[in-house]
């Protein structure tokens, strides 16, 4: 079931985007590898842990509705629960970020089933490149090459729509749906 407020305007720029966020204990792992990485930077905060699927608004501001449309599509997708696996850290000038060594093609398959459900419906959204599954760990930081980690895993049983609130660092979930099918 879903949780969407009523329509109502919302000023200043969001990005507007599906995700899958971790569970507590998988949260506290990826809090505990950042703060071992050693790297510097402003590590996110767990309540902010996530992997993007798809932006339905990127830098800009939130038409009237497109919450409640893009709830009717999510509403509408069945797919089982899946279970997702990190294993590999690797870091930029701009963020370090936890990734998968191996393909998440169920994961990709559901953001997939998302993105067709949305186009038949008339909403548009942003791509952008080749889908490569990421947590974001920190922003600024040190480099570090890639390198394995200690696994960190957990069952997708929900995806959610996240509105976040340019410069303001915070996520408000605007609807959060099951995995079903």
Known sequence: ??????????????????????????????????????????????DRLHVSLLALVYRGFIPEGLIEEAAEVAQSIAMPPMRILF????????????????????????????????????????????????VALLYGGRPTQEREVDPISWTVDEFVLIDSHIGLTHHEIVGRWPLKG
């Open 1 to 46: 079931m879903s949780s969407v407020p009523e329509s109502i305007v919302r000023p200043g720029l969001h990005n507007l985007f599906f995700a899958i966020r971790p569970p507590d204990d998988p949260a506290r792992q990826i809090m505990e590898l950042t703060a071992s990485l050693g790297l510097g930077g402003t590590p996110v905060r767990a």
């Open 87 to 134: 294993d590999s850290v690797v870091g930029g000038p701009g963020a370090a970020v936890l990734r998968p060594s191996e393909p998440l093609e169920t994961l990709r398959m559901f953001r997939e089933r998302l993105g067709f459900a949305l186009k038949r419906a008339g909403i548009d959204f942003s791509l952008h490149g080749r889908f490569a599954p990421h």
